[in-house]
């Protein structure tokens, strides 16, 4: 069975930094660009940051970037996004999803969920004074 399983949101200051993991089963993270997506209550689904299959070359959205981080370990089957200077407008669902397709597109606004091959339940994070 193909599946994500998300782990690491919470409660956090703003400012404050979270460090979100996304454990891969039934396949590898070789085999598809991975993007970390986000959906607030009442808006549309983001794509956050993508990484490739071949883990050479990363995509952020200009809301996170120069404070977010993707990486991934593939010994771990594992992937994960670091999460730095957090504002209350980073509060979301987080989850990861297997891209069919590059991460250019896996940015893309309103992304159809037919380019989705896998994704997670996602994580909670909650940035609050």
């Known amino acids: 069975q193909l599946q994500f399983v998300e782990s690491g949101g919470g409660l956090v200051q703003p400012g404050g930094s979270l460090r979100l993991s996304c454990a891969a089963s039934?396949?590898?993270?070789?085999?598809?660009?991975i993007g970390w997506f986000r959906q607030a209550p009442g808006k549309e689904r983001e794509g956050v940051s993508c990484i490739s299959s071949t883990g050479g070359s990363t995509k952020y959205a200009d809301s996170v970037k120069g404070r977010f981080t993707i990486s991934r370990d593939t010994a771990k089957n594992t992937m994960y996004l670091q999460m730095n200077s957090l504002r209350p407008e980073d509060t979301a669902n987080y989850y990861c999803a297997a891209v069919i397709g590059t991460c250019r597109l896996a940015l893309t606004a309103n992304l159809n969920d037919k380019y989705l091959a896998v994704w997670g339940q996602g994580t909670l994070v909650t940035v609050s004074s």
């Open positions: 039934g396949f590898t993270l070789d085999d598809y660009a």
